[in-house]
């Protein structure tokens, strides 16, 4: 049973940066896509990052294109969501959650996600 546990969140400045970790336990990452999720007050859940499970292919929100950068290290376990030039609208509890491909090594996220972390808060205030 694979589960996963983030770090990283807290309080931050407009424009500031934070790394978020999704540490997974019980089961290698190797085959799968795993996704970061963020969901504020009030609002919907949506995937902001995705990278496969070869770590060759990503993609990202709109609203975070050029600003948010997902890497993964299979030798921790571990993926990574590095978070730049943050603004307030960027404020929410931040989720990870993996998605099995087996050996499609390139696929991406398409929601349909097999495990889910508990989330991290990131608060982004002056």
């Known amino acids: 049973q694979l589960q996963l546990v983030e770090s990283g969140g807290g309080l931050v400045q407009p424009g500031g940066s934070l790394r978020l970790s999704c540490a997974a336990s019980?089961?290698?990452?190797?085959?799968?896509?795993v996704g970061w999720f963020r969901q504020a007050p009030g609002r919907e859940r949506e995937e902001v990052s995705c990278i496969s499970s070869s770590g060759g292919n990503t993609n990202y929100a709109d609203s975070v294109q050029g600003r948010f950068t997902v890497s993964r290290d299979s030798a921790k376990n571990t993926v990574y969501l590095e978070l730049n030039s943050l603004k307030a609208e960027d404020a929410a509890v931040y989720y990870c959650?993996?998605?099995?491909?087996?050996?499609?090594?390139?696929?991406?996220?398409?929601?349909?996600?097999?495990?889910w972390g508990k989330g991290t808060l990131v608060t982004v205030s002056s």
């Open positions: 019980g089961s290698r990452l190797n085959y799968y896509a």
């Open positions: 959650a993996a998605e099995r491909v087996g050996l499609l090594l390139q696929r991406l996220c398409t929601g349909d996600m097999d495990y």
